[in-house]
């Protein structure tokens, strides 16, 4: 049983398309958050959600809407793709609250923009 | 500033080899925490251990070890008789609450190598 999944795990699209990268996880945890990995292997949380409410929005752009129907799903959803968007994305899940507890990873979704 | 710093860009080893990671933190909160995380070729990225600002106690996992030490608030990882499966990018990362509320942060990462 896979504990974090994400789908779709490649995704190639152009400029200006809308696009959703979908988090499911089967821990039980509260916790769940979105971070991008960029092509220096840099890693950054974008949000964070605790039973589907929003804990931790850091600056990204307004592009960016996260989505959590259940505490057990979060999904990001991209509009007016552009190219620095291109980067491997990350849910991940952690059983408290706050960010103190350890995160447990999907395998990413690498996104390209064309 | 950066609030975590892996000063080691990349480490190459050979097998069997020692090697210790650094990571050097920044932050006001009195109660934070610590994360180190692996991250292989494969991707995926992979929770090693978790550790308290009020434990400074090290730690030991069998060939890991960590040792924290907050009055040079440092958090370093040693990998004792490295073998190639070792080689991969390990992360530190620091749990603090700022002027904004909670805050989550990724240091930049250091390769390792090790060869056989």
């Known amino acids: 049983d896979t504990a974090v999944s994400q789908t779709p795990k490649y995704l190639v699209t152009q400029m200006g398309n809308d696009k959703s990268i979908k988090c499911e996880q089967n821990?039980?945890?509260?916790?769940m958050y979105w971070y991008k990995q960029d092509s220096k292997k840099f890693l950054k949380i974008m949000f964070s959600y605790n039973n589907k409410e929003l804990i931790i929005n850091e600056t990204v752009p307004n592009r960016f809407s996260p989505k959590s129907p259940d505490k057990a799903h979060l999904n990001l959803h991209i509009n007016s793709l552009e190219l620095g968007d291109s980067a491997v994305y990350f849910c991940?899940?952690?059983?408290?609250?706050?960010?103190?507890?350890?995160?447990?990873f999907g395998p990413g979704t690498r996104l390209t923009v064309t | 500033a950066q609030k975590v710093t892996q000063a080691q860009t990349e480490i190459s080893v050979v097998e069997k080899e020692d090697v210790t990671l650094d990571c050097v933190y920044e932050?006001?909160?009195?109660?934070?925490?610590l994360f180190w995380y692996k991250q292989p070729p494969s991707g995926e990225l992979v929770f090693l251990i978790r550790?308290?600002?009020?434990?400074?106690q090290n730690e030991i996992s069998g060939r890991y070890s960590w040792n924290f030490q907050k009055s040079t608030s440092s958090f370093n990882f040693t990998i004792t008789a490295s073998q190639v499966v070792d080689s991969a990018v390990y992360f530190c990362a620091l749990s603090e609450r700022d002027n904004y509320g909670q805050n989550f942060v990724f240091g930049p990462g250091t390769r390792l190598s090790v060869l056989p």
């Open positions: 991940a899940s952690s059983q408290g609250q706050g960010t103190s507890d350890e995160q447990y």
């Open positions: 550790r308290n600002s009020f434990d400074e």
């Open positions: 821990l039980g945890h509260d916790t």
């Open positions: 932050t006001r909160d009195t109660t934070y925490y």
